[in-house]
């Protein structure tokens, strides 16, 4: 029996959260843009991507990650975890006001 793959977009989630290595970003909170692409198997039941987003926006606000590595690892984590119907996820985070002269992100494929 075929699997019926769709996939789930997140784009340009904004949040505020402290995350970085850098003495200013463990202090004040700064902008965070997350996107995501998340493969998922549909059967009976949906992925909610409200949920999906409300996990990762408490992940990244109560964890207060040193490296976005290792918040998206986290993230990885945590929605295989809740949400076992995840074939394959894909994180872009973004964080567009530590430099004045572009914006700095990080990707990551699980």
């Known amino acids: 029996m075929p699997k019926n793959i769709f996939e789930i977009i997140i784009e340009d989630f904004k949040i505020k959260a402290i995350i970085g290595i850098l003495e200013k970003e463990r ?18 039941n949906f992925l909610n991507y409200i949920e999906v987003i409300n996990l990762i926006e408490q992940l990244i606000k109560t964890q207060k990650y040193a ?17 076992p119907t ?24 699980f």
């Open 67 to 83: 490296l976005l590595e290792e918040a998206m690892m986290d993230i990885n984590a945590k929605l295989r975890s809740v949400f």
């Open 27 to 44: 202090i004040c909170e700064q902008d965070i843009i997350i996107n995501a692409k998340i493969s998922y198997v549909y059967e009976d």
């Open 86 to 109: 995840i074939c394959s996820l894909s994180i872009l985070i973004k964080k567009p006001e530590i430099l004045d002269s572009c914006t700095i992100g990080v990707r990551g494929g």
